[in-house]
């Protein structure tokens, strides 16, 4: 026996000499009583059900299925017919295959904040950064927890300590949850100057607005909405002309005009496409570091197609103030985010791999001939019709793009749709759709071809509960 034998030889039946077998028996030991597990479920469920009653609920309960609710986890995975692809209230984007693996790798010990080769502390941003730089074409990058942060931290770093923030009258837009621009940059400590108006602003209203205490102009793409006809704004190469460092934040995560843009679709109007077919209406990163924006801020969801996060990409000096701002600590990125931050950037580097894989696009740019097969298995296997019907984007992308196609419509029967749509969300797994007048519709861009089958059970199970109730 070696020399490491010798040492490994007391654990090779587990820890303390104790064999796989026995240590399987200690635990099948260790598990409660049924009666225990079952009154402690009780009491939980019946007192729940006392307080309601207390309160003047009058509404009849099922209290075992609600008991069997308390086991489940609160957090579960939905199925997504309802052609919203970025959904979210259902998590925004979900991961690709390589990013939900690249979690699984770093949810126990991993290297996050250390530099193997030589065995000192590294930075969590070194993950990403250079993907960052290659994609873009930045001097530097880091990332934060959501794309709001990466604003606060842009407008702290270059605009703070009361110095001014420049920034658009049209561009003050509300975010998602009732957040606002004027108050993150209040919150970043800088002083907002509004210049324009709601619908022009030219570059003159900048060039006024300036003084010495400038310390930054803001530029804020309105992913949300879109204002027409008498409108004007200042391109970012303009914006970058005047001297003070400029912060894009552009929202959506497109990295290239290009590269990662999709192709044109029917409904998609003359504005939002290039001479080449591809949609236009939302900024690239890469154009932004072009001009010479400080920062450039966007989503790591969205159209990027990866986890919740914030990119910051830029010049070096703006990222390394950013990075050295003590609220970089309070915003930073989480192990798990990171990790599938990294995997979805690596796909991006080949466009093509990048738009099969990363589910966000591939829902984007599935062809017409794909979402009419899954509607025929749709409705061959719940009875419904196949009608016309339009996705959307979301999550504050692209909103006045409409995405036709096929969608499959289950009448509401007499206990009405809102009943047979309630009965599929409350079901298991839940499966969320969308209520048009008296139906329900199952749109199948946003389900994987895995999927169907479980659709099909789900609307089966779903009517036969309501013919019961």
């Known amino acids: 026996m070696g020399r490491f034998d010798s040492f490994a030889a007391p654990y090779r039946h587990g820890r303390s000499g104790v064999s796989a077998e026995e240590q399987r028996q200690s635990a099948l030991r260790a598990l409660p009583p049924v009666d225990r597990l079952a009154v402690e479920l009780a009491r939980a469920t019946l007192a729940e059900r006392r307080a309601e009653l207390l309160a003047g609920a009058a509404d009849e309960v ?73 994609l873009t074409g930045a001097e530097a990058a880091i990332a934060v927890n959501n794309g709001a942060a990466a604003v606060l931290l842009a407008a702290a770093a270059l605009a703070g300590a009361g110095r001014e923030l420049i920034v658009s009258r049209g561009q003050l837009i509300e975010i998602g949850g009732g957040f606002r621009i004027p108050e993150v940059v209040a919150q970043a400590g800088a002083r907002l100057v509004e210049v324009g108006t709601t619908n022009r602003t030219r570059l003159d209203d900048y060039r006024r607005a300036m003084a010495p205490d400038t310390g930054a102009l803001l530029r804020v793409h309105p992913s949300n909405f879109r204002a027409l006809g008498f409108v004007q704004d200042v391109e ?33 109007g003359p504005a939002d496409v290039d001479r080449d077919g591809h949609l236009t209406a939302e900024p690239s990163a890469r ?156 749109d199948p861009r946003t389900l994987s071809d895995d999927q169907l089958g479980e659709v099909v059970r789900a609307v089966a199970e779903a009517r036969r509960r309501c013919g019961r109730g």
């Open 287 to 442: 154009r932004s570091v072009a001009a010479g924006a400080a920062l450039v801020c966007f989503s790591g969801d969205k159209l990027l197609g990866g986890p919740q996060a914030g990119l910051l990409v830029g010049r070096a000096d703006a990222i390394a103030a950013a990075r050295s701002h003590p609220l970089a600590r309070a915003l930073r990125i989480d192990k798990l985010s990171l990790a599938a931050l990294e995997a979805t950037l690596a796909l991006h580097r080949d466009p093509e791999l990048a738009r099969r894989e990363i589910p966000t696009l591939a829902m984007l740019l599935v062809d017409g001939e794909r979402l009419r097969g899954r509607a025929e298995l749709l409705a061959s296997g719940t009875g419904g019709a196949i009608v016309e019907g339009e996705s959307r984007v979301g999550g504050g992308a692209l909103p006045l793009l409409e995405l036709p196609g096929p969608v499959v419509a289950l009448p509401g029967g007499e206990h009405g749709a809102a009943e047979l749509a309630r009965e599929l969300r409350v079901g298991d797994p839940p499966v969320l759709t969308r209520v048009h007048r008296d139906t329900v519709l199952l």
């Open 236 to 268: 970012i190469e303009a914006l970058c002309s005047l001297g003070p460092p400029v912060i894009d934040d552009i929202g959506s995560g497109v990295l290239d005009e290009i590269g990662a843009a999709t192709p044109a679709v029917d409904g998609v």
């Open 62 to 134: 099922d209290l075992v299925q609600r008991a069997l609710a308390r086991l489940r986890p609160s957090l579960r995975p939905v199925i997504n017919a309802t052609g919203v692809i970025i959904h979210t209230n259902l998590g925004r984007a979900p991961l690709a295959a390589a990013a939900r693996a690249a979690v699984a790798r770093a949810a126990g010990y991993c290297n996050l904040e250390l530099e193997l080769e030589r065995g000192e502390r590294g930075s969590r941003h070194a993950h990403v950064e250079r993907l960052l730089r290659e």
